[in-house]
């Protein structure tokens, strides 16, 4: 793998320890930064907060079981500090850490000419898990190539109504939603009250999180034919609440209807949803996980 020209690794460096997930140790000698390593997390398993319909496709498309993993993003020593003594240092303390974060593995990958490294590791307990291959063909780029881009579906000749509108599909029929005039529905992305776009973290639009009716498996849609989205999560201080950089929502309230679970609605016909339990000083309960914890019970019988 090839750096591209002129990269901007500052950038780099700054965008990856931004993110709650990745960390970075540092090793210092003589009050000069010599080397450093950088980890970061993630869980297979999908959140358990996604549309069911969503979980359900990760498991269509993953046949392995779920791991939490620590993942080394990369590790440098300077020449002339790369020593066993020093590169353990580093090690250790990622190990040390993800201990701390549960994991379940820790993934490497090792050029085939760092035998050093690789004989480090394995005295450290890790194991050889796999031998990665590769060929490099030189490619005209005066030619048109063919795209690797997995395909979408084509979308019929729409008006979008704002530049940032998402047409939406049915999630089991994957044909364009449509509503009782026959018209599209649109996904439009939140604003505030001065009809500014709401941006997460990572300064992306934030688009809303639609009502699932687990009775028929699709997106709920009003009276009025306006898609029903649960609302945003914020904080005690009125800050959008996010978690591994996933902007969180209310979750909506189920009653049993007919032996089976269906959305909660009151009196006025509006659909319920639970409250985030929040400690004596309005701070939102997070699981272990960092997912605020809602109020139980959510399924009532009827």
Known sequence: MLVKPNFDFEKYVTNQIEKPLSFCWILEHSDSIIGCLFIYYYDEAPPANIPEYLIQQHHIENPFQ?????????MYVQPEHRKSEAIQMLAKAAIAHAKTMKVSDIDLLIAADQS???????????????????????IATDVELPSLHPPHPELPDVELPAPRAIPLRHPQTNELLRDSQGEPVFLMPLVDDKG?????????PIYPELLLDPATNS???DEEDKLVTCPILRDENGLIVEN????QFDRPAYQIIDGKPGLMQDESGNY????????K??????SPDGFPVFKQPKIWQN
């Open 66 to 74: 779920s791991r939490r993993v620590g993942s080394v993003l990369g």
């Open 281 to 286: 000083q309005g701070k939102i309960v997070k």
């Open 219 to 221: 997106w709920v849609i």
């Open 244 to 247: 591994q950089d996933i902007v």
């Open 272 to 279: 319920v949803f639970c409250d985030v339990e929040r400690d």
């Open 116 to 138: 050093g490294m690789q004989a480090m590791l394995q005295r450290a307990g890790f194991t050889k898990a796999a031998v990665q291959y590769t060929r490099h063909y030189d």
């Open 196 to 204: 500014e776009l709401l941006k997460s973290s990572s300064g992306q």
